[in-house]
């Protein structure tokens, strides 16, 4: 990748923001900033003629076709290229709505440039970019080749559920049984996975095809 640049392009609604990030980020000698949109449907339309992009840098709140359509419109119809979620908010909702859609990773609009960079870079190479705010520990996860960790019905059941706004206890509520199997169960999968985090639950599930979308 040293010596050819990467093509991106860069969906967001708000001129000067997405403006501003092209510019910035050509000034790096490694990226290619292809194109611009302001929404989904805008997108639809460019990517037609500009089908090498490799990067989509994506906003999530946006008019008439958001980040979550646009990204699951991206990987039904384009799915070699990458999408990397590029937004103001660091809340597990929007993380995880993203990734659940196909995002392959997540930053927010307040990094630094050369992080950006770096994240870009990754997910071309590696395919997927995680950082702290998903979990350090899942990037262990996510590159461990060792066989899957075995899980119980019951296990597999609420995974699937943490994928969802409901709270633990509603979570207990929907399975029939007590908060504290649910903790237990928690607890249980935080230990096989080496993960200490629900959002990190959802992504390992995701990346491996435990949880349906």
Wanted: glycine content about 6%; proline content about 2%.
């Amino acid at each position: 990748m040293e010596n050819e640049k990467i093509d991106i392009a860069i969906v967001d609604d708000h001129t000067l923001f997405r403006s501003g990030l092209a510019s910035l980020l050509s000034e790096f000698k490694e990226i290619s900033v292809i194109f611009e949109a302001k929404n989904g449907v805008d997108l639809q339309e460019k990517i037609k003629n500009e089908a090498n992009v490799q990067v989509i840098l994506m906003d999530i709140n946006m008019p008439i076709m958001d980040g979550y359509d646009t990204t699951k419109w991206i990987k039904a119809n384009y799915p070699r290229v990458h999408i990397l979620a590029l937004s103001m908010f660091e809340d597990e909702k929007a993380i995880i709505g993203m990734l659940k859609a196909g995002a392959g990773g997540y930053m927010l609009k307040e990094s630094k440039p050369s992080e950006l960079l770096t994240a870009v870079k990754t997910i071309v190479e590696k395919g997927f970019y995680i950082n702290d705010l998903v979990s350090g520990r899942l990037l262990i996860s996510l590159k461990n080749e060792n066989p899957k960790a075995t899980f119980s019905e019951k296990e597999l059941i609420f995974l699937q559920f943490c994928s969802t706004e409901l709270t633990y206890k509603e979570i207990a509520s929907e399975m029939n049984i007590s908060p504290r199997t649910v903790d237990n169960y928690r607890e249980s999968l935080f230990a096989k996975l080496n993960i200490k985090s629900r959002t990190g639950l959802v992504v390992y599930g995701i990346k491996h095809n435990l949880i349906t979308i």
